[in-house]
């Protein structure tokens, strides 16, 4: 007699023998199981026994898929995601009445027979004679467990799966074969722990610990018999036994598997009969997939990074490479997302523009020096609904952004001066900066070709009172349009262009920066991730970092995988840095900006508005977070934003001062509550002393932006009852490293050196400028 291993299955050599002792009818035996006749293939014994030969002889087991879980920088959950829902557990944490029931129903003799029950075929095929079909099947548990992994190995690749469940001859053979290989590796055991986890139960859950988990609310380890009968039940057919969708199916299938067990002595006949009585009790939980269900209004962050996974080559060489590590799962992934300033990005967001607006806001922080996101939220919520939206606004259309970003109005101002600067051009510098003008009639470019005017439209500021000559303080501060315009036909574009390529500023939809002198004036569309984080590196003293969400993964057996990290490179120099962040204290001081200034810490920050008025921006910052705020159309139709009602405030025209600064206000404050207080280096530019310096019409020191703004909320942060300076560190002042920037200036230079002749650096200058309303930003 042939050998029997542990478990009572046969040695391989006894199977393969008692296999190829019945070849001769094996064509028509396994046709009889597979398909009504043999004759359709034009198979004969012989070379049926060939085929068997020529399968390979291992079965190469793919890992089963698992679900993902996304956390936050603290470890709190943000979302489960998976492309099969399926838990693996091993054999112990499976309740005794599940193993015993799948066992009964699907194979009784497992622990019988070999990988091939051939009683079961003969059965089987005296039955299908009978009835003349294929009315009774004879895989063993082994061979469906073979069955199911190459069902797992196609994915959803549609043609593969249809492959693996084929009903042919060819396939029931190489199910054979590999079902030898199995039992004599794995044994009785692994390969029932292997088959109730790669099992599909119906209502999306793979394994059986999801299974208990979506029925009845609970772990495979505490199913009962009732539960468990009912489970086993399903897999033959789970559409027809769901018990979700026919609970009348379901029960008469449960008591069929009851009854057996109790046939095979598994359970007595009372044991049998009082769960035949006992009527289904279902505890369903609901599939939660996919960034849908993410928590603290984190489906858009969750939506990055699966969008940063499927496109950093770090996870895989190809995008279907690392689609497929992906859609595997089991992955626990944790992100950057820090938990405070989410709250407060949401809690800031609800506050100032509803759901159901017809326009819409995105807001992003991230950490100078790092570029780890921080927070990132929407008014329109990740989802399918009735304002709802599966367009993240907060980052390029290749991470799952628009189609094109947003113009960025006058939050382009910074890069043009840091350009200036950075080649050697004085803060000083003063342009005639008329109300209106023309572009310059050329302009140098990286090509050598220069751009030419084409056009006699002008360029013009805001107001009419707003006349130069101006310096770059109070360009700066007021949002003077024409300045700028002079300034880049001085500078070239080339040196734009090189800057804010170091800055990653990069258009939303992917193409290159367009070297125009309207530029000057954020025409391009950009998202608010690469604007805050090109303004972190002001706040990073030059230094700038990209973008990282991801701070660790481990995969199903807890290896870590590597991610990738944030590199940081020099864009300019600490001088250039450090008065453009003294250029933008006087924005947020007694500029545009007033209304985002921090109460309790130095900001400095750039607002924006472009034509038309259909976007609004703030972009600031402090030395420890940097965070932009847009406001406008999130759709294809562009919405105009005068006389119009947001957050159930009423604007005759909104400016990236009225609404974004007190939104992006209250979200940093929130985000940076109770942790440290830094300051900027001192850097003083003094002033001007030309002509069209100081007060004129329409605006002045200490002056709020004239248009309506929306109050905070009671106990809120961010609306516009704090007049610039008001309670603030430093009030127009820069402030030492360190130390502290009130007026007169006790903080310390930090070692900072000299950048231009003429400028004194620290210890406190005077930084600031005559107010206005928010110049437009690009608007005419």
């Known amino acids: ?60 087991t793919p890992p089963l898929s698992q679900r993902t879980t996304i956390l936050d920088a603290e470890g709190g959950l943000i979302a489960t995601v998976y492309s099969r829902d399926r838990q693996v557990v091993p054999l112990t944490a499976i309740s005794p009445y599940m193993q015993k029931a799948i066992v009964a129903i699907e194979d009784a003799r497992f622990y019988e027979h070999g990988a091939v029950d051939l009683k079961g075929i003969l059965r089987a095929v005296n039955r299908n004679a ?22 797992e190995e196609a994915g959803d690749d549609e043609t593969k799966v249809r492959e693996a469940q084929e009903k042919s001859l060819g396939r029931k053979i190489r199910e054979l074969k590999y079902s030898i290989q199995v039992e004599e590796e794995l044994g009785k055991k692994k390969i029932l722990e292997n088959y109730l986890n790669i099992t599909y139960f ?34 033959q057919s789970p559409s027809r036994y769901d018990p979700v969708k026919d609970s009348v199916e379901a029960a008469k299938r449960r008591n069929t598997v009851l009854q057996r067990m109790a046939d095979i002595k598994d359970i007595s006949q009372t044991e049998a009969d009082e769960a035949k009585k006992k009527p289904i009790q279902l505890k369903v939980t609901r599939p939660k997939n996919g960034c849908i269900t993410a928590v603290k209004g984190a489906g858009f962050f969750c939506d990055y990074v699966r969008n940063t996974f499927l496109s950093d080559p770090v996870f895989g060489k190809t995008r279907e490479e690392r689609a497929k590590v992906w859609n595997q799962g089991g992955l626990t992934v944790r992100t950057t997302l820090d938990p405070q300033s989410q709250d407060s990005v949401n809690e800031s967001i609800k506050d100032h523009v509803d759901q159901d607006d017809k326009v819409a806001t995105a807001v992003t922080l991230v950490q100078p020096g790092t570029g780890r996101v921080m927070a990132m939220g929407q008014s329109k919520p990740y989802g399918f609904g009735k304002d709802e939206t599966q367009i993240n606004y907060s980052v390029d259309k290749r991470m799952g952004g628009s189609n094109f970003g947003f113009p ?30 023309l572009y310059p009639a050329s302009v140098d470019t990286c090509s050598g070709k220069p751009w030419v005017r084409d056009s006699n439209k002008p360029v013009e500021n805001e107001k009419e009172s ?54 000057a004036l954020g025409t391009e569309g950009m998202s608010p991730l690469t604007m805050a984080n090109a303004y972190a590196t002001f706040a990073n003293r030059g230094l700038y970092c990209t973008p990282v969400a991801i701070e660790s993964i481990t995969d199903a057996h807890g290896k870590a995988l590597q991610v990738p990290k944030s590199k940081c490179e020099r ?17 947020v001081d007694s500029g545009t900006g007033a209304t985002a200034g921090l109460t309790d810490r130095q900001s400095a920050g750039k607002t924006g508005t472009t034509d038309e008025r259909y976007n609004a921006w703030f972009v600031g910052y402090t030395p420890n977070i940097a965070g932009a705020t847009w406001l406008g159309s999130g759709g294809t139709k562009q919405v105009s934003m005068e006389q119009i009602t947001i957050g159930g405030q009423y604007y005759g025209e909104v400016c990236g001062g009225c609404l974004p600064g007190p939104i992006w206000k209250q979200a940093v404050t929130g985000a940076l509550a109770g942790r440290p207080v ?5 850097v003083h530019i003094p002033e001007s002393g030309l002509p069209g310096g100081g007060n004129r019409p329409g605006g002045g020191p200490g002056q709020t932006p004239t ?33 502290n920037g009130g007026t007169g200036g006790t903080g310390g230079t930090g070692g900072t050196t000299n950048p231009f002749p003429g400028i004194t650096l620290g210890p406190g200058g005077v930084v600031g400028g005559p107010d206005d309303g928010d110049s437009g930003g690009g608007r005419p």
């Open 707 to 739: 248009r309506p703004t929306k109050p905070g909320k009671p106990n809120k942060p961010g609306g516009g009852d704090n007049k610039p300076g008001e309670s603030r560190p430093g009030g127009l002042t820069t402030g030492g490293n360190g130390g």
């Open 678 to 682: 830094e300051s900027f280096p001192s």
């Open 408 to 437: 960025t109005g006058s939050t382009f101002k910074p890069f043009v001066a840091a350009a200036a600067i950075e080649n050697g051009v004085s803060p000083t510098k003063s342009y005639a900066a008329p109300y209106s003008m």
């Open 1 to 60: 007699m042939g050998k029997k291993r542990s478990g009572g299955g046969l040695s391989p050599s006894h199977q393969a023998a008692k296999f190829l002792g019945v070849s001769v009818l094996a064509g028509v035996v396994l046709a009889g199981i597979a398909i009504p006749a043999a004759g359709a293939f034009g198979l004969a014994a012989k070379g049926t026994v060939e085929g068997f030969d020529e399968i390979p002889a291992n079965l190469k």
């Open 571 to 587: 864009a300019m120099s600490e001088r250039t840095a450090d008065t453009i962040n003294a250029l933008l204290l006087g924005v």
């Open 202 to 235: 119906g209502q999306q859950a793979y394994g059986i610990e999801s299974a208990a988990q979506r029925y009845f609310s609970k772990p495979a380890k505490d199913l009962t018999l009732e539960e468990s009968a009912l489970l086993a039940g399903v897999v």
């Open 130 to 151: 009978q009835e003349g079909s294929a009315a009774q099947g004879a895989s063993t548990l082994t061979q469906q467990y073979v069955k199911n992994v190459f069902v």
């Open 466 to 519: 707003e006349v130069g000559p101006y310096a770059l303080r109070e360009a700066m501060a007021l949002s003077v349009n024409t300045y700028f315009i002079e300034m880049i036909g001085d500078l070239g574009l080339c040196p734009l262009a090189e800057m804010t390529t170091k800055l990653g500023v990069i258009p939303a939809d992917g193409t290159k920066l367009k070297e125009v002198p309207s530029i």
